[in-house]
């Protein structure tokens, strides 16, 4: 399309914003890639590589030139950088590093270093820095030189002597105080910063709780280490929710549109075969019961909707719990408060489905007992089952595991072998009744 | 505590950030409460609301005296005061915009016409505008007047002579640039907006995909109407991933961490019911394999197994195509090419876990027969409850329901009622080679 004419196209992509330049790269062959590569600066290409998911990025920095490649990442937000060399072979990275000059390649080798889903690993080192006894006219003096190579400049933070971080001073504030005036007689002595080594998550929470734009990272003496920024923070957010939903999906990872269905069956295949596994027990316990299924043969028409119903209540109770973990509203409340309300949620709507199927079923079959037994059996699996739903969770955030590991089919399956084994239990006891 | 000693509660408590303010304000009895009112202005106490849950504010608005709490509600940001207003009565609401003055009381009367859920919703109207014409000075000085009210002032909005957005531009550019120069000439003219009715998901996107800190919302002749600001949008996330996350779970809502076993089965019972209901199907349909069950009672013991597969298979597939609709991925792959992996993908899940039980149940009841009944069941059902597992929720996105609605339980008892017919139909099919 742009044959030959470099200016031509330079102005017209260059006007549109990076992400919008990501989606029309993407699109493009090889071919047309290589040569864009040629036109544009490695800054600018930088520009548009930190709007490419990570996962699909790859590719393009295998075709570059090493040399241009190394340049591009050098360019990038350090964290934007990490992240993706994070995803690449070890060997290539190292050579890149060996490519890139060494300031750059340093700043990259200390961030490589923290562990993932931490504060660390999600910083940025681009930020502004003033001393404090600095006046109001020197910092936007030094704001200005830094602004374009700063992550942001609306926030400002203040460090002593000793390089410790003191305070924080917003650009707002900047502007709106006389030009004379100190920077430590304006600037906001409770910072609120996070340690290098903080869960994503929490920081998330904070930064949304707080409505910052930014937020400290410091090291145990409060050395500031870099800043991590509130777009970066909605990444977080968007990862932490889909890992979240997936898990309650029990598939590895629901955001994968591009992958065949062999992909997507590898994914989910794992948990189906624990599951199956699970299931066969089901099948076994039941094979125990078989003289009493061979004398009422009318119990089997009940087994899904009893096993079902368990699975149901205990897929709530799970994703209630898992949220409330998550949130640390349950460790505010008490984990024993929460198992007695979630005692108290079943027993209500054990008793109101149990009493609704009783009905039903005497109805539909004119048989009173078979009626109670299947009401009785459903009021006992769904307090039993509500209550597993959310113990579950709760030992495991104890074991420290993470809570979510216990998906929504997992526990279904395991509440199918609580409630056959309630249903069939029951059934056997008043065998004489049945007959 | 601080009985009496207005200056110092007032010197240590102002010292904290609002959402803290927020949190020992929750934790205060009401006599407490009532007293803080006297000691603060109403400003004061509306940056204190602005961090408390929208569901949980409501007994501290009536508790005050309603000229103050008008005067709170005219000193939040317009968008807070709107979703707070939005969660009283109507006949307290109106009693409290007679109450206001007419400015304050005019914006929000505007904000409260706004359908849930929408870009106009979720704005706020305190953004600074600028000419087009003025010099960069001018828009300083004009910056620097209206900072204390302004929700932001790091993107300053610009308009022509018809009020037409016609650009924006930043703080960073406007401090990097000179005093005597053109807003028109360092302005972006590409600026990105959203129309009032946009839905709050897709604003949320777009502020994620652009690394926004604000976005401008217009009326559909690019008036300039408000703005919504990144902290805003964080929230949105929140609620939006929390509502995915009920849905597929079959909860009304996970995160009300608050509420009492009453309250907590309210929201679950309405789902169980249903779902008892989907269930009474399932034994009514086994109920007519009467005959076949009698003649061979060994069948009775797979239904779990098999249905629970099922289901557990279905919540996977719903789970990818729910998070396909919400992230537009479907929409840009086609419809077709997702039913088509989907189809391989439970073609291949299938064949693995119909092999395995093949081979299980073989090994366990010596029956050949028996095995390949139940693993062809399986094969069969994989496939058929993953393409039900994704095209439930592809049809509501067509019919424009929620596809999120198709929560994992109600797909998990669809697909029981599938797994059972498959099941026994081919049992009943080729009963002679089981007896």
């Not at 794992?270 to 299931?279: E, H, K, R, T």
């Not at 009422?296 to 009893?306: K, N, Q, R, S």
């Amino acid at each position: 399309l742009f044959n030959d004419h470099i200016d031509q196209f330079r102005a017209e992509f260059l006007e549109l914003h990076p992400y919008d330049q990501a989606r029309i790269f993407e699109g493009l062959d090889k071919e047309v890639r290589m040569q864009i590569y040629t036109y544009l600066s490695p800054e600018e290409v930088a520009d548009v590589m930190e709007h490419i998911d990570y996962d699909e990025i790859e590719p393009f920095f295998t075709e570059m030139d090493p040399t241009f490649a190394a340049q591009v990442f050098a360019e990038m937000s350090t964290d934007d950088a990490v992240d993706i060399l994070n995803e690449l072979d070890k060997d290539k990275v190292a050579s890149f590093l060996t490519i890139m000059d060494d300031d750059a390649a340093d700043e990259i080798k200390d961030l490589l270093h923290y562990e993932e889903k931490t504060a660390g690993s999600i910083m940025t080192t681009e930020f502004v820095v003033v001393k404090a006894g600095m006046t109001i006219k020197e910092a936007m003096v030094h704001l200005r030189t830094e602004a374009p190579d700063a992550e942001t400049i609306y926030y400002t933070y203040v460090i002593n002597e000793d390089k410790r971080l003191v305070g924080v001073i917003s650009l707002r504030d900047l502007i709106i105080s006389e030009e004379e005036w100190l920077i430590s007689d304006v600037m906001n002595e409770r910072v609120v910063s996070v340690s290098v080594g903080e869960d994503q998550e929490e920081v998330a929470r904070m930064v949304r709780d707080y409505d910052f734009l930014a937020l400290p990272v410091v090291d145990f003496q409060d050395h500031l280490l870099g800043i991590i920024t509130v777009d970066d923070i909605m990444d977080v957010m968007e990862e932490e929710a889909s890992d979240d939903y997936s898990k309650l999906a029990a598939v590895s990872d629901v955001d994968s549109p591009d992958d065949n269905a062999f992909a997507s069956a590898k994914k989910r295949l794992p948990w189906l075969v624990i599951l199956l596994f699970l299931g066969s027990l089901t099948a076994s316990l039941i094979g125990r019961f078989e003289d009493t299924l061979d004398q009422v043969a009318i119990l089997a028409i009940f087994i899904p909707l009893i096993a079902g119903m368990a699975g149901n209540t205990g897929t709530q109770a799970l994703a209630v719990a898992v949220r409330g973990i998550a949130t640390g509203e349950i460790e505010k409340q008490g984990k024993w408060k929460m198992m007695m309300r979630e005692a108290g949620t079943g027993i209500i709507t054990g008793l109101s489905c149990g009493v609704l199927i009783t009905l039903i079923v005497y109805i539909w079959h004119e048989n009173f007992f078979l009626g109670v037994l299947v009401g009785l059996s459903i009021f006992m699996t769904l307090v039993v089952a509500t209550l597993a739903g959310s113990l579950v969770p709760l030992l495991m955030h104890r074991l420290k595991i993470d809570p979510a590991v216990a998906s929504g089919p997992f526990i279904t399956t395991v509440n199918d072998l609580i409630s056959i084994l309630i249903y069939f239990g029951l059934a056997t006891a008043f065998m004489n009744l049945l007959i």
